[in-house]
């Protein structure tokens, strides 16, 4: 507690609180752009950050995260096309309140509901976080490696619609994390005599290219839809269509509560990402409603639903990464690049040997739902107004920011061509549904994966009875294969269901895949 | 998409095969006496996406009583063209790098974009690079207080 109150005490300066400013804006407008998620975001912004201080660095990137959490309702909302995945339940009540000119009114309850959920999340994550790592600290490397296994296995699993293409992203992902000098031989590993490659493959470059280059190529390829979309918005004039009315806050406050706390146990359980806590939190609300056949007509409730779990999501996903140093999302794995950059290993060990660091980092999180809200609030119409720019005034401007972000890196051109190879990785990996999320996660879980795997092979002594004396990764290790077993098995039946739906000659109108 | 995942799931058992007996033996030196092998993990990855690859090449292949299906496009042809153009603009920058200009590099890479994606109006095609290199200086040299190139 005396830790936070210093942090707040470091926080809390004109500096600090600029850059935070500058990160939920910068992440509301790229929030609002269809196709500019987070990940992206952040991805580009941690080379700008080399400049700035620790606790301005990554409460900046904490900034752009959260902002970009929230804004990307904006363009759910008026476009009906989500600026993330996450924000899809948002649109299905949020665009027919637009199309019925309420689109201040749903801006407003989503930007609210984001702030809400974003807040109680984040405490959570302060309540949470290091009680879990004193026990973390108990487990040695061959639990630990079990531990990575099963998580990597259970995001692998359920990234996309396909198991398989899920687990290979992954396994290319642990591949990619070995290439450089191996740190106990000092042996180069597949560096093809470039002196670059040494010190492996950096993850900025990757990610932008991953992220970012290849959303835009797909971007440039869907410009006419997105830009015909854009020019079809609505607004109404009066009064209360522009603001939330206290009836509709009575009857959203509760299932914003109910959202926060679905979106905080999605968050914490690794792989499942801000798509399941929002739509699980949308579906919760439709079951426990009154007029579940309204939903999907303009309920005010279902955009609070979503974009309360959407936000509450992304605090909670820092959970298994500061207790455990294993990244349960995108944004988690992008950020340990930034953490560490700046002085920050996650991992149970931060807790001890930086405590007044991660007090920072929570203050700077607190503080940016603050800024979130103020920011949001005073800037909807402006933000509103940037999604009607077209798309093509847009690509360039991030191609260019891409570009600095990756060769500041390194200050050299190496981190430009891998941005541009990773670039096309992803554009392929998207058209052909291979879950870069679960590439990029395995490439930040590798490393470790790697180094816990040959010590447990040591202790071990290479002999696979002696796990016999490790119940816990014995525990995890069942764990892999159970949830192998029955999420193959569900992603079957779904499969099935999906191939069987048109030749049945059902017509299914307006089928969403939600899941 | 099966269509697509049958050749994908071809393509990288294939690549996986080339790795595992060609490229990780050449790259990967064996290890000194009483150490791990440093090819084990990377051998080890490559094994697992073999598998996996071969496993999702049996899934999408059509079962006897089914009638083939040409299955939904996964690549249109307005995806390759974006994909041309943008490649195109990035290596026109790179030459312009090269030759020692990363202010035209910069300026060629928004410009060109811009106009190949249709935009024609001179004040944007000129400000919008201008305005943008002008914004990094200002932000690193004089904000931040850092040489950046």
């Known amino acids: 507690m005396e830790h936070l109150a210093i942090g707040f005490q470091n926080v809390l300066t004109p500096g600090t609180l600029f850059w935070v400013t500058v990160g939920v804006t910068l992440g509301y407008v790229l929030g609002a752009l269809p196709g500019l998620g987070k990940a992206t975001g952040v991805a580009i912004a941690i080379p700008m950050t080399f400049y700035l201080p620790p606790v301005a660095a990554i409460a900046m990137l904490i900034g752009i995260a959260k902002g970009s959490a929230a804004g990307s309702a904006v363009s759910a909302i008026l476009l009906n096309t989500p600026g993330e995945p996450s924000s899809a339940p948002t649109a299905l009540d949020g665009y027919p309140l637009a199309r019925q000119g309420k689109a201040q009114k749903a801006l407003k309850m989503g930007l609210f509901a984001s702030v809400i959920g974003d807040f109680l999340s984040t405490l959570i994550l302060i309540a949470l976080a290091a009680p879990l790592a004193r026990y973390a600290l108990l487990i040695g490397p061959v639990e630990l490696c079990s531990v990575l296994l099963f998580s990597l296995t259970f995001i692998g699993s359920l990234a996309g619609r396909s198991m398989l293409k899920g687990m290979i992203a992954a396994a290319f992902g642990v591949f990619f994390a070995t290439i450089g000098i191996e740190t106990e031989t000092f042996i180069p590993r597949l560096t093809f005599g470039m002196l670059e490659l040494d010190d492996g493959i950096s993850l900025v470059p990757m990610a932008i290219g991953m992220l970012a280059v290849a959303e835009m190529v797909i971007q440039a390829g869907n410009m006419r839809n997105l830009d015909r979309e854009a020019a079809e918005i609505d607004d109404s004039t009066r009064p209360e269509d522009r603001r939330v009315t206290l009836a509709e806050w009575r009857r959203c406050l509760p299932v914003i509560g109910r959202g926060t706390l679905i979106g905080a146990v999605v968050g914490i359980l690794p792989g499942l990402g801000a798509s399941v806590g929002s739509f699980l939190s949308y579906g919760a609300t439709q079951r426990s409603s009154k007029t579940p056949e309204k939903f999907g007509t303009g309920m005010i409730e279902g955009v609070a639903a979503a974009e309360s779990a959407d936000n509450a999501v992304v605090p909670s996903s820092f959970v298994p990464l500061f207790a455990l140093g294993i990244p349960g999302s995108v944004i988690a794995a992008i950020l340990i690049a930034a953490l560490v950059l700046h002085g920050l290993t996650p991992g149970p060990m931060m807790f001890i040997e930086q405590p007044q660091m991660v007090a920072d980092l929570y203050a700077a999180m607190l503080c940016a739902s603050g800024i979130l809200l103020l920011v949001g609030y005073a800037g909807q119409r402006i933000f509103a107004q940037v999604i009607r720019v077209p798309i093509r005034l847009i690509i360039p401007v991030v191609l260019f920011l891409c570009c600095i972000g990756a060769y500041m890196n390194t200050n050299s051109l190496f981190s430009i061509y891998l941005m541009l190879a990773f670039a096309l990785l992803g554009f392929f990996a998207r058209k052909l549904e291979f879950s870069f999320v679960t590439f990029l996660i395995g490439f930040v879980i590798g490393p470790n994966l790697e180094l816990t795997f040959r010590q447990s092979l040591q202790l071990l002594d290479h002999d696979p009875m002696r796990l016999a004396a490790h119940p816990i990764a014995l525990l995890f290790g069942l764990l892999t294969v159970v949830t192998v077993v029955w999420i193959g098995r569900s992603n079957r039946r779904l499969a099935a269901q999906r191939s069987a739906r048109p030749r049945a000659g059902t017509d299914a109108p307006a089928e969403q895949s939600h899941t | ?149």
């Open chain 2, 1 to 149: 998409m099966k269509r697509a995942d049958l050749v994908s799931g071809l393509v990288l058992a294939a690549f996986g095969v080339v790795m595992l007996a060609v490229v990780i033996p050449a790259q990967i030196e064996p290890a000194p006496d009483g150490y791990v092998s440093p090819r084990l993990v990377p051998n080890l990855a490559m094994i697992v996406i073999v598998a996996l690859s071969l496993l999702l090449v049996l899934q999408s292949l059509p079962k006897s009583e089914e009638t083939p299906k040409a299955g939904t496009p996964v690549f249109f042809a307005r995806d390759w063209v974006a994909l041309a153009k943008i490649s195109g603009v990035f290596a026109a920058s790179l030459v312009l790098f090269w030759l020692g200009s990363p202010l035209a590099a910069g300026a060629v890479l928004i410009a060109g974009t811009l106009l190949l994606l249709g935009e024609r109006r001179p004040v944007i095609l000129v400000g919008m690079p201008a305005g943008l290199l002008l914004a990094v200086w200002a932000l690193f040299y004089k904000l931040l207080g850092t040489v950046i190139l």
